[in-house]
């Protein structure tokens, strides 16, 4: 996955199969997901260690052996937590895997779950015999995947139905009536502006009047969400992107800085220091 970018761009799987799987692993020191956010859905199962997520405005833990939904649009990032390497398996799907609006299980039970009108947990733990099911099926469909099992575009498409089943099961038949939190999709703007701009001079101010909001209580909101103030998110995002560069390029470490947006050297190798635990010299060397 692309964690460098916040509305993924990255086409998944391709029109006809919208579905990709990912393998991930991140040592204790290194960021493992940025907050971001796809069209798509995506189950998520932790084969390795232990990390915090956040979806949306929802925080809750993973160890190994759990999984977690995503919905379409909903926010989500995460850090490893502990001393220990973490590892996990992702797919990606379009809705439109399921049909679509002329079909009745896409009008009846998958477009009712991405426009949020079923309740369905986002943590899927072992508690239950439903939720240890979900995990099941998931390893099975990434064996079948990372082993290029025959078939296996149809086995994985069998199994998502079975994993979406067994989630709006544990969700129950329930329907949420309160409207979707607009908030989040004008703090979706804020990210794309912050992304988009990420090397000019950005105030506060104007990133409140994208969100409709006062300046006090858009930082509080912006915090809640990212877990950061709007200038640390401004700085991770120049960071990520310093550290694109690093990787792809032989720029002058001060060239970079100066282009994501830093205007001193020393403010810059703190930064960067306190997000990839080194030197932008050290990082460098160790991925050329």
Known sequence: MNKATLKENRVHGEPVYPVSTYRFSCGPEEPLMDLHWHDELEFLLLVEGAAAFRVDTTDFELRAGEAMFVNSGELHS????????????????????????????????????VQRNYVVPTKIGRETAAERDIARLLRELFEANESEAPMRELTTKGLLHLCVSKLLALGGEHRRDEPAD????????????????CEETIALRDLAGLAGMSESYF???????????????????RIQRAAELLRRTDRKIMTIALEVGFSNLNHFNGEFKRRFGCT?????KART
Do not use: H, M, Q
């Open 219 to 237: 930082c509080r909101f912006f915090k809640k969400i990212t877990a950061k103030t709007p200038v640390e998110y401004v700085n991770s995002v």
């Open 182 to 197: 607009g908030r989040i999709e004008r703090l979706k703007t804020v990210i794309e502006y912050i992304e988009a701009r």
């Open 78 to 113: 995460g850090r490893v937590l502990g001393d220990e390497p973490v590892t996990f398996l992702a797919v990606v799907f379009g809705a439109d895997l399921f049909g679509d609006v002329r079909e009745k299980v896409y009008d009846r039970y998958i477009f009712p779950l």
């Open 280 to 284: 932008p010299s050290d990082y460098r």
